[in-house]
């Protein structure tokens, strides 16, 4: 309490997440050609059981670079971007369903989880 009155922090998603959140299937679409393309990169750095992929390099797709990643963690089945930091960050994973009849893009950040786009396999 300040001065008499209850001072309320924020405590719902970050504005980066409400803003990804807005994007149309079209968009969605372009951003998951683009994690296609790093599926099977080599400019990485070795981790446990993943890539690592250097976040602020020109060489990434557009789409992903536009996101600013912290971190974009590569496996053979899957893509993982980190985006923000602290309370601000959600990340953004692009992978196959569990009875693999599709990939979906799906969005993250605490408490809540997106599916903002579904490719079915060919």
């Given at each position: 309490?300040?001065?008499?009155?209850?001072?309320?922090?924020?405590?719902?998603?970050?504005?980066?997440?409400?803003?990804?959140?807005?994007?149309?299937?079209?968009?969605?679409?372009?951003?998951?050609?683009?994690?296609?393309?790093?599926?099977?990169k080599?400019?990485?750095?070795?981790?446990?059981?993943?890539?690592?992929?250097?976040?602020?390099?020109?060489?990434?797709?557009?789409?992903i670079?536009?996101?600013h990643p912290?971190?974009?963690?590569?496996?053979?089945?899957?893509i993982?971007i980190?985006?923000g930091?602290?309370?601000?960050?959600f990340?953004?994973?692009?992978?196959?369903?569990?009875?693999?009849?599709?990939?979906?893009?799906?969005?993250?950040?605490?408490?809540?989880?997106?599916?903002v786009?579904?490719?079915?396999?060919?």
């Open positions: 309490m300040v001065g008499g009155v209850f001072v309320l922090a924020a405590c719902g998603p970050s504005a980066a997440w409400r803003s990804f959140l807005r994007h149309n299937q079209s968009y969605y679409a372009r951003l998951s050609a683009d994690c296609d393309k790093l599926l099977g080599q400019q990485v750095l070795n981790v446990p059981d993943a890539e690592k992929l250097a976040a602020d390099t020109n060489a990434l797709p557009v789409e670079r536009n996101l912290q971190s974009i963690f590569v496996k053979s089945n899957g993982a980190h985006i930091q602290g309370l601000e960050s990340a953004v994973t692009w992978a196959p369903s569990d009875d693999g009849a599709a990939w979906r893009l799906c969005a993250y950040t605490e408490g809540d989880t997106r599916v786009y579904v490719r079915a396999n060919k």
